[in-house]
Structures are given as C-alpha cells and as structure tokens.
C-alpha cells in the first residue's frame, strides 16, 4: 500500500465515550495515519492526549530519559499522555495512530503510573493484527468510514485494557476516580463548561458541599485540587482546537476560559514545554 489515510479528527468533547469495566471513561479523538520522516521529532514532546502508534515500516524511535525505544514495524506501542519523551524517525515510515482521552484521569495520577512507552506485542499477536489490518482498511478508503471508525474505537479501548494487563497493580490508580468520590457528574459538567468561570466555591455548590469537602473529593478521586484538575482540561481542550483548527491562539484562549492570550499561553507551556503557537507546528509533524 502506498501510503495511510489523512489524519481525521472526531469532534472536540466528542460522544465516543464508554467505560473500562464500567469504571474508566474513554474517548476517541483522532483516528488516523500518515507517512513521517526525518521531521517527525523534536526535543522533550509531551502530549496530553494518549496515543496509540502501529508503523509498517522501521525506521521511527522514541525516547524517555535516555531509553530508546524503537516503533518496530507490525509492533503496537502505548505512549501515556503527559509523557516526556523525544521522537526521531529515519527514511519514510508509514504510521498508524490514535489519539485518546480517559477524561476522569488527573494528570499527576498518569505521570505517576505511566511512565514509559509501552510494547503490546508484535506482528503474530491478535491485537497488533487487528490494528495493522485496520490500517491497511483506512489506506483504502477516502474518508473513514463508521464501521472504521467504530472498529478504530474498540481496538482503542483494546489497548488500554491491554496495558493495564501490563501495568498489573499499578493500573489500579488509572481506574480513578473511586465511586465513593462521587465526582463523575461534577468532572462531566466541568467538561461541558470550560469556557466559562469554574471558581472552586461554584464547583463546590454544583457538588453540593463546601469548598474543603470538594478539596477532599478530588485529592480521593483524582489525586489533585479542583482548580488544577480545572486548568489541566482546558489545556487538554486547547490542545484539540489547536491541533484541529486554524483558530487564532487568543480565540481558543477564550473557548477554553482563560481571561486573556498572555495567561493562557503561560500555562500551557508549564504544562506542553512549549507555547500554543510552537506546540501547533510541532503538532503539524507528529
């Protein structure tokens, strides 16, 4: 096959979403592939959707502290959102991906639990079959197709149930937050209004309890505070739009809540390494 289908990108906050056994919440935001090369790469990138890689080719590395691993072809690779890591590539490589999101999963609890990129196995297991094949489907297809794109979701939800396996006991803080927290109504509005003022005392009313009770909840479910799991979406919404649209950076500041361009490209870079602007051409190669 000569190359993989163009990238394609579901709606932002889309309605690909279901659970790991009924206690995780994944969605869908890209599904996809390309051709790389040598500009695929660059110095410390971070990403704050998960990515799932399968090449066809060799060729494309990536590293995180000094360990390197290769995307072997016909190999299924796991890269955690959050990860610091530096991607090479030689030649021409032609490179499946999936980009997803476990939208109830705080970003401290990922950079504590996952911290590498994961193998799930090589050309003769079922499950990097199942993903080669999808895209050798897509590569014959102008447009993703919805039985694709759903096949692209159940092999999505696949991998993650796959590195869990590998994770073991570990995995057991990504299946957050607990039920006892009882944060899933709260973070699902959250996600609906990001664009707008998210003050602690408001959230603490939506939740029905004070401000130091929330604090509670959300050092149980998610391992952070409101206002920093609050910040952490947005950056993650920001990230969609600037990976999806031509939208100038202060207009997407506005879509994701923040006041003004100066604040919001501040804080995304203490969370991307990189300003919005330079985040969005690296993006463009990845």
Wanted: aromatic share 8%; hydrophobic share 45%.
């Amino acid at each position: 096959m000569a190359s993989l289908h163009p990238n394609v990108s579901f709606p932002l906050m889309g309605s690909s979403t279901t659970t790991v056994e009924d206690r995780l919440r994944l969605r869908l935001l890209h599904l996809g592939g390309t051709s790389i090369d040598r500009q695929w790469g660059g110095h410390d990138y971070v990403s704050a959707q998960w990515r799932v890689y399968l090449n066809l080719d060799d060729g494309a590395w990536g590293e995180v502290r000094g360990r390197r691993t290769m995307f072997a072809a016909g190999r299924l690779y796991v890269v955690p959102a959050w990860l610091h890591w530096i991607s090479g590539c030689r030649g021409h490589v032609r490179h499946l991906n999936a980009f997803f999101d476990l939208p109830v999963v705080g970003r401290e609890t990922i950079v504590a639990t996952a911290d590498a990129i994961y193998d799930l196995g090589g050309p003769s297991a079922a499950l990097p079959a199942a993903w080669r094949a999808l895209g050798v489907a897509l590569a014959e297809v102008p447009v993703a197709t919805p039985a694709l794109t759903a096949r692209g979701y159940h092999l999505t939800y696949a991998a993650v149930e796959a590195l869990f396996t590998q994770l073991g006991a570990k995995a057991e803080r990504l299946l957050a937050p607990r039920a006892s927290s009882g944060l899933g109504p709260l973070l699902a509005m959250i996600e609906q209004r990001l664009s707008g003022a998210l003050p602690v005392a408001a959230l603490a009313a939506l939740a029905g309890c004070s401000a130091a009770e929330l604090h509670r909840r959300f050092q149980v479910g998610v391992g952070t505070s409101p206002a920093t799991w609050v910040r952490t979406r947005r950056v993650l919404a920001a990230t969609e739009w600037l990976r999806t649209s031509d939208l100038d950076i202060g207009d997407i500041a506005t879509r994701v809540g923040f006041a003004d361009r100066v604040r919001f490209s501040k804080v995304f870079a203490q969370h991307m390494g990189l300003g919005p602007a330079a985040w969005r051409r690296r993006q463009r190669t990845a």
